[in-house]
C-alpha cells in the first residue's frame, strides 16, 4: 500500500495529521527550506506522542555544504527514534553530495533504528543541485535506504513541472532495481496522487495542500482526510 506522508511543523499539528490518516509523520521547518531542520524538541515530542503508532521521519536540511556540525545533527536527529532521517542533496557538485551523503549514513548508521533517506530536487536545472537519477546512484553508494524527489524552490510549482513522465519513470524504475524506498513530493496537490501511484512510488509526501492556506500555514485534519480518501480510492482501483 502507497504510504501518505504529512509535514508537520508543531506540534499542535500532530493530532490533525495522525487522526486525518497519516500514514508517515514527518517533522520539519518549512520556513527554513523545502527540508528545514526543525526544532529537535518537536521532533522528539512527536516520537513520544505517536508512540509507534505510526512511522515518523525527520528532515535535517537541504546540505549544500558538508560541516562537522552535520555530523552531530545527524546523529542527534537518529537518537530522538524517529524511523527515517531525510537529507537533501543540495549542491551541483556530486563528491560534494557523496561526501555528505556518506556522512549523514555513518552517523545514522550509528543508531540501529533509524533509515536514510536521500532527497533530489526536481528542479535541479534552475537550482543548481545534482539530478534526482544521480541522487540514486549515490544512495547505492552510501547503503541508503530510499531515495525521494522534492522541490527546493517553493514559489506554487510543482515537481511534474519540472520532470516528465518518462523521466520519473525511470527514477521509480532504477530505485526499484536497488530494492531502494521511492517517495516523491514537491508541491503535490489531490491531482496528483493518482499519478504518484500509477508510476509506483512508495510514499507521498504533502504539506501544501494540507494545509488551510499554504504550506507555512496550519495542518487542517479535514484536508489530510481527503487526501487519505483519495489515496485509497485509487490504490484499490489500482490493485483489482
Known amino acids: 500500500m502507497v504510504k501518505l506522508l504529512i509535514t508537520v511543523w508543531h506540534l499542535d499539528e500532530l493530532s490533525d495529521a495522525l487522526y486525518g490518516g497519516a500514514d508517515v509523520i514527518d517533522v520539519k521547518d518549512p520556513s527554513k527550506g523545502s527540508l528545514g531542520l526543525p526544532d529537535l524538541d518537536v521532533v522528539r515530542e512527536v516520537v513520544l506522542?505517536?508512540?509507534?503508532?505510526?512511522?515518523?521521519?525527520?528532515?535535517i536540511g537541504d546540505l549544500s555544504e558538508y560541516s562537522n556540525s552535520l555530523k552531530y545533527i545527524a546523529y542527534a536527529a537518529a537518537l530522538t527514534g524517529v524511523n527515517y532521517v531525510k537529507a537533501?542533496?543540495?549542491?551541483?557538485?556530486?563528491?560534494?553530495?557523496?561526501?555528505?551523503?556518506?556522512?549523514?549514513?555513518?552517523?545514522?548508521?550509528?543508531?540501529?533504528k533509524p533509515k536514510l533517506v536521500l532527497a533530489g530536487y526536481a528542479d535541479y536545472s534552475r537550482s543548481g543541485c545534482i539530478e534526482p537519477l544521480e541522487v540514486i546512484r549515490l544512495a547505492k553508494e552510501v547503503k541508503a535506504h530510499g531515495v525521494m524527489i522534492d522541490t527546493l524552490i517553493k514559489d506554487g510549482k510543482n515537481t511534474f513541472n519540472f520532470l516528465s513522465r518518462s523521466y520519473l519513470e525511470e527514477f521509480v524504475?532504477?530505485?526499484?532495481?536497488?530494492?531502494?524506498l521511492k517517495a516523491i513530493a514537491g508541491g503535490l496537490g489531490r491531482e496528483h496522487i493518482p499519478d504518484c501511484?500509477?508510476?509506483?512510488?512508495?510514499?507521498?509526501?504533502?504539506?501544501?495542500?494540507?494545509?488551510?492556506?499554504?504550506?507555512?500555514?496550519?495542518?487542517?485534519?479535514?484536508?489530510?482526510?481527503?487526501?487519505?480518501?483519495?489515496?485509497?480510492?485509487?490504490?484499490?482501483?489500482?490493485?483489482?
Open 173 to 180: 524504475e532504477e530505485a526499484g532495481k536497488l530494492n531502494l
Open 197 to 240: 501511484i500509477k508510476l509506483g512510488f512508495d510514499v507521498i509526501g504533502i504539506r501544501g495542500a494540507a494545509c488551510k492556506g499554504g504550506r507555512v500555514s496550519r495542518v487542517s485534519r479535514e484536508l489530510v482526510a481527503e487526501l487519505k480518501n483519495i489515496l485509497l480510492t485509487y490504490s484499490g482501483r489500482m490493485s483489482v
Open 49 to 59: 506522542s505517536v508512540s509507534g503508532l505510526r512511522e515518523v521521519s525527520v528532515a
Open 88 to 112: 537533501g542533496l543540495a549542491s551541483g557538485d556530486v563528491s560534494k553530495c557523496l561526501l555528505i551523503a556518506s556522512e549523514v549514513s555513518k552517523q545514522v548508521n550509528y543508531v540501529s
